[in-house]
């Protein structure tokens, strides 16, 4: 079973979860700058929290292709206040979505209660910070940098490649005293990947099961779907909820999304189909 723990916080993943973006970024690849003021933050917390979200992602850095490097305290202005609201106002779970050791170390002091790093803890003592805090972690994988990744992508195999990067990253973080179990696999969609890698690591998802993992996918509006129908960000709710429902169906057990309201939604018909609720 597929259970994560934070102190005396607990939480099974036998039943998929929701995790709500909340980017307090003012270039995020969509909804930049919409959320980057606090009150507004705030209140879409509030509202993710409303409508299903079991984690509440808190990130003050984009991480688009070509996104520009934020500094240290930049990024603790914006997301700290905010880890420290929802803390208070919500019993829901906290991400903290950076690879910065100091901003890990003081969102998990204001209350997060797990990390979740698109550079699976490679940056300079990021793997150290997040042994020593003891919370979940989250490795993504991700073929060069955010301001490259995008530019030649090769595999040979995107499955077995991406397999091996995760096992040298699991053996890393039980060595520093990470707890295996508390760690959650994310294959990157869009993260150093070409349009029809995407699609091929999305056809293969149910792949990654042999860690015995929780499983993470972030499908939510990317590029991938606006490349394969020609659609803008905001164009692209159905194509992000047809995604998840297949990543839901080849075994993820968290989904990282923009729209929560409509992903419960789906949820909902796809656990009652799996459950053959009686209806009548």
């Known amino acids: 079973?597929?259970?994560?723990?934070?102190?005396?916080?607990?939480?099974d993943l036998s039943t998929p979860a929701i995790m709500g973006i909340l980017n307090v970024t003012p270039d995020s690849f969509s909804d930049g700058g919409e959320f980057s003021s606090f009150e507004a933050a705030c209140r879409q917390a509030d509202n993710m929290v409303a409508q299903g979200a079991t984690f509440i992602d808190i990130g003050g850095e984009s991480t688009r292709p070509g996104a520009k490097d934020v500094s240290e305290?930049?990024?603790?202005?914006?997301?700290?206040?905010?880890?420290?609201?929802v803390t208070k106002a919500h019993d829901v779970w906290i991400s903290i979505d950076t690879s910065k050791p100091v901003v890990m170390r003081a969102a998990v002091a204001a209350g997060a209660h797990l990390i979740n790093d698109v550079r699976a803890l490679q940056e300079p003592g990021a793997l150290a910070a997040?042994?020593?805090?003891?919370?979940?972690?989250?490795?993504?994988?991700?073929?060069?940098?955010?301001?490259?990744?995008?530019?030649?992508?090769?595999?040979?195999?995107?499955?077995?490649?991406?397999?091996?990067?995760?096992?040298?990253?699991?053996?890393?973080?039980?060595?520093?005293?990470?707890?295996?179990?508390?760690?959650?696999?994310?294959?990157g969609f869009g993260f150093g990947k070409s349009l029809a890698h995407n699609y091929q690591l999305l056809q293969r998802l149910a792949e990654f099961s042999s860690f015995e993992l929780p499983l993470l996918a972030g499908l939510s509006r990317k590029s991938?779907?606006?490349?394969?129908?020609?659609?803008?960000?905001?164009?692209?709710?159905?194509?992000?909820?047809?995604?998840?429902?297949?990543?839901?169906?080849?075994?993820?057990?968290?989904?990282r999304v923009h729209d929560v309201q409509e992903t419960a939604?789906?949820?909902?018909?796809?656990s009652a189909t799996k459950n053959h609720m009686d209806l009548s």
Do not use: W
């Not at 079973?1 to 939480?11: A, E, H, I, V």
């Not at 305290?73 to 609201?85: G, K, M, N, Q, T």
């Not at 995107?158 to 295996?180: L, M, P, Q, T, Y």
């Open 1 to 11: 079973m597929s259970r994560l723990t934070c102190g005396n916080k607990s939480l």
């Open 130 to 187: 997040a042994g020593e805090l003891g919370v979940p972690v989250c490795l993504m994988h991700m073929q060069g940098q955010p301001r490259t990744m995008q530019q030649a992508p090769v595999y040979d195999d995107i499955v077995k490649d991406i397999s091996s990067f995760f096992e040298e990253r699991i053996a890393a973080c039980v060595g520093v005293g990470i707890k295996r179990d508390n760690i959650v696999l994310d294959p």
């Open 224 to 255: 991938m779907f606006g490349q394969l129908l020609n659609r803008e960000v905001s164009q692209r709710l159905s194509a992000s909820l047809a995604g998840n429902m297949l990543a839901l169906q080849a075994g993820a057990n968290i989904v």
């Open 73 to 85: 305290a930049d990024e603790l202005a914006r997301v700290i206040p905010l880890i420290e609201y």
């Open 265 to 270: 939604d789906m949820m909902a018909v796809l």
